[in-house]
């Protein structure tokens, strides 16, 4: 049986508040030039994607496919299609600090500022590609993130899947503003708890909306401004057991041996930077299935805001630890879950963590796999995002070029859907 099927090219979207409830319900049909589904490390060619109510309902072959009537068809003709890539490690309530340190953030910014900047800083990520991140901390916005994605899972402002933290929580006196700095109590940038007042914390965070709760495992309060760990074992497995009564995991900051090493004891799902990490707890972290965000992008940033040109000088002490330490997480086989630091560098320019993963040691399928059905799969949405699938939800983008050859293509994103919903579209006219 022949359908005919309308033919059409989307404009340039920037999505207004009412489209995302109307659009998903149009049944779609995209054909682009070739199509990564997230799983294999080769794209398909002459393939079509069929979405229709914001998911998935056939991705294959084109020849044979039984399409709907009256479909609309995009073209992408020259693009790739793949799945909405991710990021589970984002502030976006920071900006980057060569603009403003982060001190002056806390403390200077007034939250209806910092709320305006994180909604513009939540479309940048999400037309650059993102269609998921995790938030791991408001910085001393309180639970504004909680708002923040409210208002993008109604429509009201354009963003990416949102998974949030919350507060974040600190052991008493460990982080920020450093309370030497000024001669009165400041706003500190996280909740402060320990021993048993971590699950009141922790239950209070998640009454306001918190996905995933956060510990600062260790932090730079050594005596000589070192970093040294913060929560006991204990503290850590109090932690972890509160947030799995209630459905949800335990991700650790941690960038010392030892603060790694409790995080893993006590039943972290991630650990975030690791800068110091040894082959020895890498190895720990594999054996106990615990993925590694290494936040590469964030570490070069804050070099380069210290005057480091990469490429004229010689590579800082910093960034020579964090290579070193992604070499030992991926010789020992630790799972690599894609996280940026986003806010410390530019929102929207979340690629450059790819790019540095595959700079500093990981094969580029395997960085495509991260950065989406890997990263989804550590976050609990294997079933839902980051594959190109029959029954997944319709998170895909398009670039120019094909990633799987080169990464820089992801830096070509051409067309944004999330949900079913286009956010982006900058396709040329079809005559």
């Known amino acids: 049986m022949r359908i005919l099927m309308k033919r059409t090219v989307v404009p340039l979207l920037f999505v207004a508040a009412a489209l995302p409830a109307q659009t998903p319900r149009q049944t779609k049909v995209l054909v682009p030039a070739a199509v990564l589904d997230g799983i294999s490390s080769f794209s398909h060619r002459d393939w079509i994607v069929v979405v229709a109510n914001g998911t998935i309902t056939y991705a294959g072959p084109s020849v044979g496919a039984q399409l709907p009537a009256n479909a609309v068809r995009i073209e992408l003709p020259g693009l ?10 984002v502030h976006l309530f920071l ?7 982060w001190d002056d953030q806390v403390l200077r910014e007034p939250i209806a500022l910092r709320v305006a900047r994180a909604t513009a800083h939540a479309r940048n990520t999400l037309l650059a590609g993102f269609t998921t991140v995790r938030d791991l901390g408001t910085e001393g916005a309180g639970y504004a993130d909680e708002g923040l994605k409210q208002a993008i899972d109604a429509g009201i402002i354009p963003g990416p899947r949102l998974l949030i933290s919350s507060k974040a929580i600190v052991a008493t006196g460990s982080y920020a503003p450093a309370r030497t700095r000024y001669a009165y109590e400041v706003p500190i940038g996280a909740d402060e708890a320990d021993g048993a007042a971590l699950q009141r914390v922790i239950r209070e965070q998640i009454g306001h909306g918190a996905d995933w709760i956060k510990l600062y495992g260790d932090y730079r309060w050594g005596t ?23 459905g949800r995991e335990l991700v650790v900051h941690a960038a010392t041996p030892e603060g790694m090493r409790r995080a893993v004891r006590a039943g972290a799902k991630t650990i975030e930077h690791g800068d110091e990490g040894t082959p020895e707890v890498f190895r720990l972290m594999a054996r106990s ?5 290494p936040t590469l992008a964030a570490t070069e940033a804050v070099q380069s805001y210290r005057g480091w040109r990469k490429g004229a000088d010689r590579e800082p002490e910093a960034i020579t630890r964090k290579r070193n330490a992604f070499a030992s997480a991926l010789a020992a086989g630790v799972t690599i879950c894609t996280g940026s630091d986003a806010g410390v560098f530019t929102h929207g320019d979340n690629v450059r963590e790819l790019e540095l993963m595959h700079e500093y040691g990981m094969k580029v399928p395997d960085v495509l796999r991260s950065a989406t059905s890997g990263t989804a799969k550590i976050l609990g949405l294997a079933n839902r995002v980051g594959r190109i699938a029959a029954g997944m939800e319709a998170d895909i983008i398009a670039v120019a070029g094909n990633p799987a050859t080169s990464l820089s293509a992801l830096r070509a994103v051409r067309f944004v859907m999330k949900q079913g919903v286009v956010y982006r579209s900058d396709l040329s006219p079809q005559r």
């Open 80 to 89: 790739t299609l793949l799945p909405g890539l991710i990021d589970a490690h």
């Open 95 to 101: 900006h980057p600090y060569n603009e403003a340190q």
């Open 224 to 246: 000589g401004g070192e970093a040294r760990p913060t929560f006991s074992t204990d503290e850590m497995k109090l932690a972890a057991a509160t947030a799995h009564d209630s």
């Open 289 to 293: 299935g615990t993925a590694f965000c």
